[in-house]
């Protein structure tokens, strides 16, 4: 019996990839995109700071905005491990996708609600406005100060 549990708890957290669906621990790379078993993955429909990136605090300080979003997010991950995204398209070397926590949480809302991300309407069609206004109105996250839209700091389009 011993040999079955140690195959199945093995086999849990490998972790699993599917052409729709890849579950497993996530490695932060930025705001937006993480790593599960070698596979990027960006978030559909949100746009976080760039890594790079500077906001300026409700006192009118500089802070890397880019460095905190990643750091809440790896923070947010650790709390309920694995992750699973679904797939929803690809963006160059990544895949695109919604994902969740083990418990369910959505980790792209709860990026966008927290404001270390905005709703991005281009690609989300607005599914993360009604969060994106919450952030705003508790000055959540970026939303307490001021900041550029991350796709101008890339030098993208952003409509």
Request: aromatic fraction near 6%; charged fraction near 25%.
């Amino acid at each position: 019996m011993r040999p079955v549990i140690s195959i199945a708890a093995l086999l849990l957290f490998a972790g699993t990839v599917t052409a729709a669906e890849i579950t497993g621990r996530a490695s932060v790379i930025d705001g937006d995109t993480i790593d599960i078993q070698g596979v990027r993955i960006r978030f559909d429909g949100i746009d976080a700071p760039e890594s790079r990136q500077r906001c300026l605090t409700s006192a009118g300080e500089h802070y890397r905005c880019g460095k905190t979003s990643a750091e809440a997010l790896d923070a947010f991950l650790a709390q309920s491990r694995p992750v699973s995204c679904k797939r929803t398209g690809r963006d160059r070397n990544r895949i695109v996708a919604i994902c969740t926590r083990a418990d369910g949480t959505d980790v792209n809302r709860w990026l966008v609600r927290n404001g270390h991300a905005i709703d991005w309407p281009k690609y989300s069609k607005g599914r993360y406005a009604a969060e994106q206004r919450e952030a705003e109105a508790s000055k959540a996250g970026m939303w307490a100060g001021t900041f550029d839209w991350p796709c101008v700091v890339r030098g993208a389009r952003c409509d």
